[in-house]
């Protein structure tokens, strides 16, 4: 039997939408899958070395649980974001749920591709040297080799 594969393109660089890339990769990963992540756009945030630097946005994002029920305009107030960010970071924690870090710490040690959009790092000027180690540089025909005999593909 053919072993099977997952591609992933992760758009979003903020920490909410940094877990499912990786929870998927790493699940697929350790189920046997040959997983790659194609990180393009914001998506390049989730390869850099420090992640301290992501945060949740409660605006635009209505399903989020709020403590209390709170009108859309008082998500844009000074201080919401990083609320957000810390009740986010506390409730993982609270669950025993993994850190992104480790999370994609899983990923490279289950050998996830991860291959870094060259045109978009190209487009912000990224300096490739805040990437973590192991990170490819390659084009969207990079992605469509793999993607094209993928069993699965995912936009995130």
């Known amino acids: 039997m053919d072993e099977k594969k997952l591609a992933i393109i992760a758009t979003k660089g903020t920490l909410d939408w940094g877990y499912p890339p990786f929870i998927l990769a790493s699940t697929a990963a350790a189920l046997g899958y040959s997983v790659e992540i194609f990180f393009t756009f914001y998506g390049l945030q989730l390869l850099k070395k420090d992640l301290g630097h992501l945060r949740v946005s409660p605006l635009g994002n209505p399903a989020m649980p709020m403590p209390v029920p709170m009108p859309t305009l008082a998500m844009v107030l000074p201080g ?70 993928a069993d699965i593909t995912l936009f995130i």
């Not at 990083?82 to 994609?104: C, D, N, W, Y």
């Not at 390659?138 to 094209?148: C, D, P, Q, S």
Request: one cysteine or more; hydrophobic letters at 50%; glycine letters at 8%.
């Open 80 to 149: 919401m974001e990083g609320m957000a960010t810390a009740m986010m970071k506390s409730k993982m924690k609270a669950k025993g749920v993994a850190s992104l870090e480790e999370l994609r710490e899983l990923c490279v040690e289950a050998e996830v591709r991860m291959i870094a959009c060259q045109m978009t790092v190209d487009l912000f000027e990224f300096d490739t040297a805040d990437f973590i180690d192991g990170i490819e540089l390659g084009g969207a025909a990079a992605f469509f080799e793999f993607a094209g005999e």
